[in-house]
């Protein structure tokens, strides 16, 4: 049989083989348990690889769980898709090829971090099936199944975010996740019935092909942003972001990132494909760029006044998910319009997903160099903290190189994507261009307090003892730095190869549709 | 909780096992009726809540193995991932072992396994788990409305450690 | 008329859940209030998933010649009262340990992470 055939049922069964299996491996000792926690991660990431790399080669790809068929052909002749499958295009490729690589990153920081804690083996896991939803919703083609992902995903996290049970704000921040990701799921689900209501179809491309726009569709459409947005943690509801960033343990911190991405990858998916063809107005793409404005300004404004350090790296997620929503609402406006779309548009949705990308590597980054500080410290509270380059320098190089990724300094990644993202809004007002400067600006300001205060200054005497984070933490933080650097040093490779063939996809509906319907 | 009365005690005794038996002919006919693992599982999860109702908790929790129903859980969800990888010449979750409708007329397969292939074998898989994962729930959830410690909090600490 | 009358129910349900939701200040009036909005969406998908005419999708109660409707509908709400209940569990369980560690069940009360 050709295994790379199989490849996208792979990514996410083996992942999943790897959860259900954990506690018949656990039997076996810690030491059994932790080669399946980083053989599986390993694994899945060179499937995700893989899975990326054929895509590329051959186009959109179709998966078709437990069947051999896309279509059930009724008798009378009408063939329409109905069975539970995975369409994968080069966007939805490489959101599972970003969530793979932070899943092995988190795992491998995990190992180390986590040890000395109790009821681990649930949290490798939980750990897996998180990975299990962030992948499968990147790469399903059926609402309905996007929802079942999203809900794997979200219970996984609840737990563990609340893993460190014996902390009450843990199990806050979990229990205020959860209400919110609730309702979200629950507008979702309602979203999902009527679209079965009015078109008896699930399956995305079919949506797409059949869509109108009448006012169940708006409803349907305004459901599936409000709740997506609350998800991806857009402003008004954006709370429960630097919360649960907060206290969750670091390994977990930067695959919620990438998951908080994968959503966003959920909402750009239902305006671009799904309601590509009929949103021609421009309140849609609006609404986005007011969101991103405010979350970018909200966010980074809160993140200035904060004294513990995963809190303020929480908050900048809050002003970084705005870059991505600004960029992408630049891109929806200019949509239909194929001059304008190749005048700024297209720049806009290169720079919103190279951002998305760079964001999820170097914000798991800082979360992670924040939890080994944690680990050599055992306080977050940056007041107390001073001095402690000399004593752990690989986390401080690391954390530098994510710091001037975040902040957009010239040569790092952060800045290619900023600057894509500047000069196409830049086009459609003058202000959100000074806005997002002024984003960066402060965020520049606050990463050089973080910095300065943490690891410059004089050594403090209660930290003469602290010693640099084990191997195999700084080995997580090095996959996401080698990531980082890899961007930095060829931009246009990445942008030509990953970047553009994923931005491609995201406009090409018809081809999205066509793969499916008209094989 | 206190135990209940005699009479309660021994109607407990009899209906919880009946509940049991009950629960297994929903899951193995889960293929054909309007039931299924979950379903199943969930009645069959009912045996913990009568015991728990009828002797208290004290003395139910001398009497469970937590050990035993965790290893329900990790059975099941084991059985059923297997289920699907052995689709895996055609697909994933392949229904492997089911014979067509007229294989079925003709060649005289009877019994739950061939018409329906993995789908039953995959209930019982389903069922297996949730009696285990809801009598895990049941057992937990007790213990914390007695704000029992399932571990002692000093060895491990998230917050200084 | 007489074929609305589900959505009129799951309108009222969702109405009586998301007041729950943002009036109430017990958690676990705040739980309730999450459940019932999952029931008002499993009665809206099985309400939804009718078409005129069509008969029970199942096997031997079908009848011979009718015409059988497409059961991916109660597939979803079977899912979905799945999940329902997975997170229902998990968010009584929180309650629980919320209860533990704070002494209280007022939302008001229970608020460490400000600012």
Redesign the interface.
């Known amino acids: 049989?050709n295994w790379s055939q199989?490849l996208p049922?792979?990514v996410v069964?083996f992942p999943?083989?790897g959860a259900?299996?954990t506690?018949?491996f656990s039997l076996g000792g810690k030491f059994l348990r932790n080669l399946l926690f980083v053989a599986v991660s390993l694994v899945t990431l060179i499937i995700a690889f893989l899975l990326w790399r054929n895509v590329l080669l051959h186009g959109t790809i179709l998966?078709?769980?437990?069947?051999?068929s896309i279509s059930l052909t009724l008798p009378s002749g009408f063939a329409f898709p109905?069975r539970i499958m995975f369409e994968i295009d080069a966007l939805s490729a490489f959101m599972g090829l970003t969530v793979a690589i932070a899943s092995f990153a988190g795992a491998l920081f995990s190992l180390q971090y986590m040890n000395?804690?109790?009821?681990l083996h649930r949290f490798v896991s939980l750990y897996f099936l998180l990975t299990v939803g962030a992948l499968g919703m990147s790469l399903t083609g059926d609402m309905?199944n996007f929802f079942?992902f999203i809900?794997i995903a979200?219970?996984a996290s609840?737990?563990l975010i609340?893993?460190?049970?014996?902390?009450?704000?843990?199990?806050?921040?979990?229990?205020?996740y959860?209400?919110l990701s609730?309702?979200s799921?629950?507008l979702i689900?309602?979203a999902?019935?009527?679209i079965?209501?009015k078109y008896?179809f699930?399956n995305m491309a079919a949506i797409a092909d059949a869509i109108q726009m009448t006012t169940v569709d708006k409803l349907i459409l305004a459901l599936l942003v409000s709740a997506l947005a609350m998800k991806c943690g857009a402003f008004p509801m954006s709370m429960w972001m630097p919360?649960s960033y907060?206290?969750s343990?670091s390994g977990v911190t930067c695959l919620l990132v990438t998951v908080s991405q994968v959503s966003l990858y959920g909402l750009i998916r239902v305006c671009f494909t799904l309601f590509g063809t009929v949103a021609q107005n421009s309140f849609i793409p609006w609404i986005f760029i007011v969101l991103g404005m405010m979350s970018m300004f909200f966010g980074v404004t809160?993140a200035v006044?904060?004294h513990e350090i995963k809190r303020l790296i929480g908050y900048h997620s809050i002003s970084q998910v705005g870059y991505m929503l600004l960029a992408f609402g630049v891109g929806l406006s200019a949509l239909h319009d194929p001059r304008a779309l190749a005048d700024y548009g297209f720049t806009a949705l290169k720079g919103g997903l190279f951002h998305m990308v760079n964001y999820s590597m170097y914000k798991g980054l800082l979360f992670l160099a924040a939890g080994a500080l944690y680990?050599a410290t055992?306080?977050r509270d940056l007041d107390r903290m001073g001095g402690l380059a000399r004593r752990m320098p690989y986390t401080t190089v690391l954390f530098l190189i994510a710091a001037a990724a975040i902040s957009g300094i010239p040569p790092f990644n952060g800045f290619v994507s900023k600057l894509l993202i500047y000069e196409s809004v830049f086009t459609v007002h003058p202000v959100l261009s000074a806005v997002a400067l002024v984003t960066s600006v402060l965020t520049l300001a606050s990463f050089v307090k973080i910095f300065q205060t943490a690891f410059l200054g004089p050594e403090k005497n209660q930290w003469k003892s602290v010693r640099e984070a084990p191997a195999g933490m700084v080995l997580g933080m090095m996959v996401f730095g080698f990531v980082i650097v890899g961007f930095t040093l060829f931009p246009s490779w990445t942008i030509s190869n990953l970047i553009e063939p994923a931005a491609k996809a995201l406009v090409d509906q018809a081809g999205y549709i066509g793969a499916v319907l008209h094989p | 909780m206190n135990p209940l009365s005699v009479v309660v005690r021994k109607g407990c005794d009899i209906f919880a096992w009946f509940m049991v038996v009950f629960g297994a002919n929903v899951i193995i006919h889960g293929d054909l009726t309007p039931g299924g693992g979950f379903q199943g599982g969930a009645i069959v999860a009912t045996f913990l809540t009568f015991l728990l109702v009828a002797y208290g908790g004290n003395r139910l929790l001398s009497w469970v193995n937590e050990r035993f129903y965790t290893s329900l859980v990790g059975f099941g969800l084991l059985l059923f991932i297997g289920l699907a990888f052995m689709g895996f010449p055609t697909s994933f979750f392949y229904n492997f072992v089911s014979v067509t409708h007229e294989a079925a007329m003709a060649g005289g397969a009877h019994g739950i396994i061939p018409p329906s292939g993995t789908i039953a074998l995959m209930d019982i898989a389903v069922g297996i788990e949730v009696a285990g994962g809801l009598s895990l729930i049941v057992i937990y959830m007790f213990k914390g409305i007695r704000l029992y410690e399932t571990s002692p909090v000093g060895t491990e600490c998230g917050h200084d450690r | 008329m007489i074929g609305n009358a589900p959505f009129i129910v799951v309108g009222v349900l969702f109405l009586m859940g998301t007041v729950a939701i943002l009036s109430e200040r017990n958690l676990v009036k705040i739980s309730i209030g999450v459940s019932v909005i999952a029931s008002a969406i499993n009665l809206f998908l099985v309400a939804m998933g009718y078409r005129n005419g069509g008969a029970i999708p199942i096997h031997y109660l079908a009848g011979a010649h009718a015409k059988v409707v497409l059961p991916i509908p109660q597939c979803l709400t079977l899912t979905a009262i799945v999940i329902a209940l997975a997170t229902t569990a998990l968010m009584l369980a929180l309650i629980m340990m919320l209860y533990k560690h704070y002494g209280t069940l007022d939302v008001n009360e229970i608020r460490r992470l400000r600012g």
């Open positions: 049989m199989h049922a792979l069964a999943l083989l259900f299996a506690p018949l998966y078709v769980m437990g069947g051999e109905v000395g804690f109790s009821g309905f079942v809900e979200s219970v609840f737990g609340a893993f460190w049970r014996d902390k009450p704000e843990a199990i806050e921040a979990s229990f205020k959860m209400l609730q309702i799921a629950m689900l309602i999902v019935g009527s079965y209501g008896n699930l919360d907060a206290e343990p809160m006044i904060q680990y055992g306080t």
